[in-house]
């Protein structure tokens, strides 16, 4: 235990970054989150955070280190400003940031770039950036995907998805040690934007989140078309209708063993770049 040396003094707690003390009678947490909002870098971190989510990075780099007195950490100042104004306009809606942000034609851009790209658009950004699904988007996919969700309890309600957990190492062992691996960490800690790596590519091909849920027995009831299997299977997991050469190949499985050929589809399409990453 680290003890403090006690030496007197007044010893009111003081807002860190203005020195500000709470009003006469006022509550201490009503006086931070008074002091807080009030500051001009609460709104342009809180915005920043944000933007980084939707976007891939942050107007500020890291995210978590965003530093008053090195102003050139700011790569693109006027949309970072008008962000936080609006914000501060909007009386700190949240909902409302979330809006402009995914209504923006920045978001909205392909990650497709037509023409010559050139590094110095990067801050402007000028297309999508691909990104890696977080550990519980990664796995509540593979849940819409299969059509096989969890069964988890919040303490109040038994829930499918671990989204809608307040406290995702509460899933259960196995979908635990999952995310862990694409980067969940528990309560306290940040989630950790992790590097692709082998056991990843493990444990897509061989964890039982992914392999006790591949389950097409219903989608293979519902029609005798293969060729509409297919494209379920393709709408289901990537969101996109197959190529031809694609359907091709799976027509071809599905020929020789049709509930087979279309497991291994699905295995297949959630073990795909396409599935991991957000384009």
Known sequence: IVRVPRRGGDATPRFIL??????????YRDALARMLTSHPQFRRAFVNRLWSEFMG?????????FDLLKPDQVTNPA???????????????????????????????SSRFDGEWKDEYTTYYARKYVRMLSAPELHDSIALATGKPGKFSTGVESVGMVMQMSEPKKAGAEVQSFMKTFGQSNRDDMPKKVPPSALQAMLLMQSKVVTERIDVASLLAESKDNQQ??????????????TAEQSAVALKAMATNRQKGAENLLWALINSPEFLFNY
């Open 18 to 27: 203005t020195g500000e003390r709470p009003q006469p009678g006022e509550n």
């Open 57 to 65: 990075f942050g107007i500020v780099e890291p995210i978590d280190d």
């Open 79 to 109: 949309l970072l400003d008008a962000l936080a104004e609006d914000f501060r306009k909007n009386n700190h809606s949240f909902r409302t940031v979330l809006r402009n942000i995914m209504n923006s034609a920045a978001y909205q851009l």
């Open 229 to 242: 299997v297919v494209n379920q299977i393709f709408l289901r997991s990537i969101a996109r209708r197959p």
